[in-house]
């Protein structure tokens, strides 16, 4: 839907003053302000109810307007970049994909908001620090173009009464990465000879749209050792050979699970909701996607068998060690030529307040994670024993080994991942014949060729 949703709010019931009273903002105003906002709609209606409580509580506080518009994820970016382009600007952007923030900060089209960030310095993930601090190509510096409100992860989604179906139990599942992925080869096998004749191992998603099949390559190639394929001073490192390694056997892993059937082979085609739906109809035991997307989707619908399904964070890798989970993390930025850099500011300075940030993720069923660890640590709601997702998941993103995304330290990495490079490494061995070295080979060229057109100065 593409609709704008302005300020038809349920106000009261999900508000931050049934909490307590309401948090200051930052500016006392002696008349009325107003802010432009986009804001990116959620998966199902809680979120958007919990922004639209947001908006109502800074308003109430702070005596501005937030002209707000509600808009679908998938068309954000054109927006965003249409928007950039032609200098109409709103105020207040909730970036997405989360790459347009480096892009965007590389040829400088946005405001530096750092001293929004310095209210809440010391609170934040390390990582969510990383993932808002980008490289101005203009002023050859780094800044804080981006004010972090919410990070994820990506789990595993496994079906518990597939797993017992089959006769297995899920405490048969080995803890390390590539017994892991193998042990439910053996669940699709006995699926199968019981009549289950259309379901696979995993809903992993093969294609080159979105985002999910670049989180499902990137899940393995860490896991095989290529954390360090770009590192914090936003150098590509291809030819390390270790990295190297990792991506070629990588592609030869993904490659072979699809070839030997354990992958739908529609999934070729799948963008980002498939592989959800997928895993929803019991086509596959076991899928990899960000956020507890694939869970709360169905929290209201009593056949989904909500506590059927397990959120299951990252194995050890084959060596016994932890694998780091990239911890990704939603941005609000504010695009040069904002006509109310005050009010889009405070409104984020409000936003980022501990108590104001925890009870809008918490309207919005904890989908997305907090960016400050202290709030999942002192808020027992986050690891409630009566939701058997939430805790698995705050262990994952916030108590386990995490990394940011490659294109936080450079640019060039989002147009890698624009171009989906180790995806069509995939496509090139499954469908043109090409060798697991040769493809491999052929994306970490491509990769050289594209960070070659953004070299960042080095202080």
């Known amino acids: 839907m593409l609709g704008v949703t302005r300020r038809s709010v349920l106000r009261g019931s999900l508000g931050l003053a049934a909490a307590g009273a309401l948090v200051r903002p930052y500016i006392a105003n002696a008349a009325a302000k107003a802010a432009t906002v986009w804001w990116v709609q959620g998966f199902f209606p809680e979120e958007d109810q919990a922004f639209r409580t947001l908006a109502s509580d800074y308003e109430k506080a702070s005596g501005n307007t937030i002209d707000y518009s509600i808009i679908p994820f998938a068309p954000m970016r054109q927006k965003i970049v249409s928007a950039i382009t032609s200098g109409v600007v709103p105020d207040v952007m909730y970036a997405t994909p989360p790459e347009v923030v480096p892009e965007q900060a590389w040829v400088g089209k946005l405001v530096d908001v750092s001293d929004v960030v310095e209210t809440q310095k010391a609170h934040f993930a390390p990582d969510a620090l990383s993932s808002a601090h980008f490289y101005d190509n203009t002023e050859k510096r780094r800044s804080y173009f981006g004010v972090p409100f919410e990070g994820a992860v990506v789990p595993f989604h496994i079906w518990k009464d597939l797993v017992e179906k089959a006769g297995y139990k899920m405490s048969d599942i080995p803890d390390k990465f590539d017994p892991f992925i193998e042990f439910f080869i053996p669940v699709e096998k006995k699926l199968r000879a019981i009549g289950m004749r259309h379901t696979y191992a995993s809903g992993f998603v093969v294609s080159t749209i979105g985002n999910d099949p670049l989180n499902t390559f990137h899940e393995f190639m860490i896991a095989y050792g290529g954390v360090g394929l770009v590192t914090p001073d936003g150098r590509l490192h291809a030819d390390d050979p270790k990295v190297r390694d990792a991506v070629i056997r990588a592609v030869?892993?993904?490659?072979?699970?699809?070839?030997?059937?354990?992958?739908?082979?529609?999934?070729?085609?799948?963008?980002?909701?498939?592989?959800?739906?997928?895993?929803?109809?019991?086509?596959?035991?076991?899928?990899?996607?960000?956020?507890?997307?694939?869970?709360?989707?169905?929290?209201?619908?009593?056949?989904?068998?909500?506590?059927?399904?397990?959120?299951?964070?990252?194995?050890?890798?084959?060596?016994?060690?932890?694998?780091?989970?990239?911890?990704?993390?939603?941005?609000?930025?504010?695009?040069?030529?904002?006509?109310n850099v005050e009010v889009a500011k405070d409104f984020l300075k409000y936003l980022i307040q501990p108590k104001v940030n925890n009870e809008y993720l918490k309207h919005a069923l904890g989908r997305w994670l907090p960016v400050f660890p202290a709030l999942a640590k002192n808020d027992p709601w986050w690891t409630d024993p009566k939701d058997p997702h939430r805790a698995p998941y705050v262990k994952q993103g916030l108590d386990s080994p995490t990394v940011p995304f490659f294109f936080n330290y450079n640019p060039a990495y989002a147009q890698c991942r624009t171009e989906h490079i180790f995806n069509v490494a995939f496509a090139d061995v499954v469908d043109r014949g090409m060798t697991p070295k040769d493809a491999a080979d052929k994306a970490l060229k491509r990769a050289q060729e594209i960070f070659a057109k953004y070299p960042i100065q080095q202080s």
Do not use: R
């Open 252 to 339: 030869d892993k993904f490659s072979a699970y699809f070839k030997n059937g354990h992958i739908p082979p529609g999934s070729v085609n799948w963008n980002d909701a498939d592989d959800n739906n997928a895993f929803h109809a019991k086509l596959c035991v076991m899928d990899f996607d960000g956020t507890l997307s694939t869970e709360l989707a169905m929290i209201h619908d009593t056949q989904a068998y909500y506590h059927d399904m397990v959120t299951h964070g990252q194995p050890l890798n084959d060596e016994g060690k932890p694998i780091p989970s990239q911890f990704g993390v939603n941005n609000a930025i504010v695009p040069k030529g904002a006509k």
